[in-house]
């Protein structure tokens, strides 16, 4: 995945009002001041057109995540994961289901079949490789989190979580 690709991905992004991400036990909201230089020079290069309006970062593993989100010309919500030295973790973007590639659909359908996606977003992480996140409910109203890789040569399921509702 190079820069190029993921910054024409990005070019889409429109202007709103600045906001701090929601603080939650794992997000803690700050204000765009904050967001180190390497983080932000790294954020201009990748979508040099993004207006960010959500600043924050999470604790992952000892290390301080900064998570930079906007929203594209369809309103779709973007998020950059960015370390502080400026290396990007990963690209994160709200996908409609009709943008979902059908082998995505067909694991899901299959591990769930009984589950309706409700909302989905396609990860781009630095190894090139995507991830699909789907979040959604079955019949019952248990809660579903699934995750499946397509790089292009296989299908594989990262994740399948159920936790009831």
Sequence with gaps: ???TFMASLLLAATALPTAVIAQTPDNIGIDRDDV???VWRTVR???PTA????FGYEMEDGVKVFELGA????GLH???DVLPDGTLEEIEWETPLSQVQTPVLVEFRLSHP???PQYVERSIRPNGHTVYEIEG???DGELIDFEVMNNGRRLMVLNAVSAAG
Aim: hydrophobic share 40%.
């Design 78 to 80: 973007l998020e950059l």
């Design 114 to 116: 009984d589950a309706t």
């Design 36 to 38: 180190p230089p390497a």
């Design 137 to 139: 409910r079955t019949a």
């Design 45 to 47: 290069s990748v979508a």
């Design 1 to 3: 995945m190079t820069r």
């Design 71 to 74: 929203r594209d010309a369809d």
């Design 51 to 54: 207006a960010f309006t959500e």
